[in-house]
């Protein structure tokens, strides 16, 4: 099926809106300023909801099916925290209202930073990062500032793994670094040898991702974490993958300095087909001085005898690297987030992450004689296959994962890290149940099958879907990017 | 089991035993074992009903709008929302989805896409705008940034009426890239000082950046300020509140380059602070240095109309340290809000928002400024004014609250000069009722100083 676009839907002198009257005197409008025309399109309320209802039933979701993105932690979005994060209480509070008349919100936002740095190891704590990536930059800026504090501006260089997100080494660039890139082993670590011969008095640090996204843990974390800590460079710790460490183990015990956190992956809340999220970033003792402003935090108030507790926003922040957003962060997404972990506990949160790391391991041992595994050793909450076998036979990575839609499952991320050939990325994440494992698997066997038997049929899919492939291509070469009738 | 899990123990015992393992904490041996299992001190976990009342015993220790006139903006607005908004953003299919990578089962959000950034493009005057940024704030910094690329220049001219907070955040951003930012202040109207803005302006600068209407709420002609900044081969970039372009001439129309924004406003409550979204749009040709996501349309393999995300090479996830920003997730879900709320505004709802906000504004403007012991400062303005008032503007914001009023925004901080002053805003959201109970409350603080 295909939905009309609003401006094939507007007809002239058609409302969706029902105003008040205007219960003041009127000012004349300033001519010369005024808009001769406003080309928006005109639609009645009803049209309006049929079609983005309709537009909604052209998309995959967490809510209709399995979603095994890896590095992306889709994991299942409890309906409470929509709910809770509605309350007037939260959605209709202005941000700059006085202290005293947001408590609730300042103390949710204490004590949230307070969860976090105690899962972490890590005490210092910014919820104002609105995404990973933005996450990312805060922690790279803060290694910065760290440097500049301590007179050490020779540090131009960030190494980052061959496996690494492309983020990281964008992130870098925009700090002003250069980026030096670190090679894999042959079992899935970082290097250790290449890394002590790269490191040296020019590094400002390491981002490093871990479990990396091979979905395998750094086997050398300690040792990397030293030789880069005896040359004076700081560890940074992309956080995408926390998933598989809650409860299980601190990235502060295990050498990392900065880390950031999705909420949108590890902490539940929902990814909104691509934001908003929240990527709160945690530091040591050391950098937190440099964190940006404000944050939350309690003061007690001592009147006559009883202490009063009072939440305020902290500016006091001389070496700050300054603010990151136009306000404290995603606060809408923290409070998701704290629902959740309220929800959870310390308990809670260690069965997520073991049984987040089965699943995966489960989905690696059961496909593993269907589709070529370059790393075989246990896998932490992702595994990544090659379709390496596949290609020879003329399918490749993009036809499985297309093929997977029609059996109606959301494709693996492909074609990531770059360090596979044809890589197919699974994360099950822990809130699927062992039957949509098990279907799941029969498909990815079922493709590998046709992919020797009938491999027209896995090229030619998606055929069940609203559109069949669609001519990227074409949409670079001539970019039609707005409707213009 | 209280973590959403459906596995049961019967089912993990299975799994195991497929794996050749005999606990879950085999799986987890890689990890050093001084290191494995760490005690975390955090609160019992809590049953629905417990997470519900704790949270909404928080909630209710906040002042709301609903329950408070309010009368503050400054860069969050509390404008109505209609219910539509927050039913389609309630869809599982939407709010629970992922960015669409997979264009097959993702058209729902990318159509949806499309339509923002063909609105934001009609608002703003623009030939192409991109699928969001985080918010206004940082919308403003990869302007700058943008800029700088395009022009290969490394100035900043920045406009003093420029969000406070928006300049910081510039400044964050562009620390590590070395850039040269100055500041240029505003004249008796509030709007830019031209002379200043002509003598900061070289050939080093890569772009003016202004705000429309600015931070104290004036309404000014970009025309000459484009002028300005293209007579050295600089950009501009506006920074927009885009309900007052339901109403005023879009900055497309008189010369700018790039246009940025805070789309709150636009179907989204003030949440704190955020989530928001960063509207973006620009010329044409400077379509290859754009941050951030694009939606374009094309065509299946049997000829339907269909949208993909598209020239990503510009992006981190192919160019890596080369991409024009590390960008990656974006603000999907509120500019799916925005889409929502500009298709039932529309043509003419914008136009009556922009209408109602303006006379509201203007009718508790003349009558502050008639108060004794108050006066408005400056000159043409939309929904934002500045006045001076008799007591500290924060003795008049704590007395407001005495009231149940939410006054305005205190200019000390930010502009020193305006030390004795509030900026106030006043929407459609703002009744007769609650106009009066200001200005009722704003003479009894006059007259009893």
Known sequence: MTEPLLFELSSPGRVGYRLPELDVPETALPEKYLRPELPLPELSEREVVQHFTRLSQLNFSIDTGFYPLGSCTMKYNPKLHEEVARLPGFARIHPWQSESTVQGALQLMYELQEYLAEITGLPGVSLQPVAGAHGELTGMLIVRAYHQEHGDEGRTVVLVPDSAHGTNPATAAMCGYKVATVPSDPRGNMDVRELERLTDETVAGLMLTNPNTLGLFEEHILQVAEIVHEAGGLIYCDG??????????????????????NLHKTFSTPHGGGGPGAGATVVTEELTPFLPTPAAARREERESTAAATEYYLDYERPQSIGPVSGFYGNFGVMVKAYAYLRSLGERGLREVSENAVLNANYLLEQLKGYYHLPYDRLCLHECVFSGKAQANLGVHTVDIAKRLIDLGFHPPTVYFPLIVDEALMIEPTETESLETLDAFVSAMRQIAQEAESEPELVRDAPRTTPVTRLDEAAAARKPNLRWQG | MSSYIPTTDADRRKM?????????????????????????????????????????????????????????????????????????????????????????????????????????????????????????????????????????????????????????????????????????????????????????????????????????????DLQPLSELAHGVGALLVVCVDPIALGLFRAPGEQGADIVVGEGQSLGSPPSYGGPYVGLFACRQKYLRQIPGRLVGMTTDADGRRGFVLTLQPREQHIRREKATSNICTNEALVALAAATYLAIMGKHGLRQVAELCYHKAHHAASEIDALPGYERLFGQFFKEFVIRTPVSPATVNALLMEHGIIGGYGLERDYPQLGDCLLLCVTEMNTKEEIDSLLEALREIGDAR
Not at chain 1, 240 to 261: C, F, K, M, Q, R
Not at chain 2, 17 to 44: A, C, M, N, T
């Open chain 2, 16 to 220: 195991l035993e497929i794996l050749g393992l005999d606990s879950l904490q085999e799986l987890f041996e890689v990890i050093p074992p001084e290191k494995r299992y760490p005690h975390l001190d955090l609160p019992p976990p809590l049953s629905e009903m417990e997470v519900k009342k704790l949270l909404r015993g928080l909630a209710e220790k906040n002042a709301d709008l609903d329950h408070h006139p309010c009368f503050l903006g400054a860069g969050a607005y509390h404008h109505f929302v209609p219910a539509v908004v927050d039913h389609i953003i309630s869809r599982g299919e939407f709010y629970t989805a992922y960015t669409p990578y997979q264009p097959e089962v993702s058209q729902g959000t990318l159509t949806t896409i499309y339509e923002f950034q063909t609105m934001v493009c009609q608002l703003a005057g623009m030939d192409v705008a991109n699928a969001s940024m985080y918010d206004g704030a940082t919308g403003v910094a990869e302007a700058g940034l943008m800029a700088a690329r395009v022009t290969r220049r490394d100035g900043l001219v920045v406009a003093s009426t420029l969000h406070p907070r928006y300049r910081e955040v510039l400044r964050t951003y562009t620390q590590g890239m070395g850039m040269d930012i100055q500041e240029v202040g505003y004249g008796e109207d509030g709007g830019v000082d031209l002379r200043q803005a002509d003598q900061l302006l070289g050939t080093g600068t890569a772009a003016l950046m202004v705000q429309y209407p600015n931070f104290l709420g004036s309404l000014e």
């Open chain 1, 240 to 261: 995408a993958n926390v998933n598989a460490l809650l409860g299980i183990a601190s990235p502060g015990e295990l050498g990392t300095d900065v880390l950031h956190l």
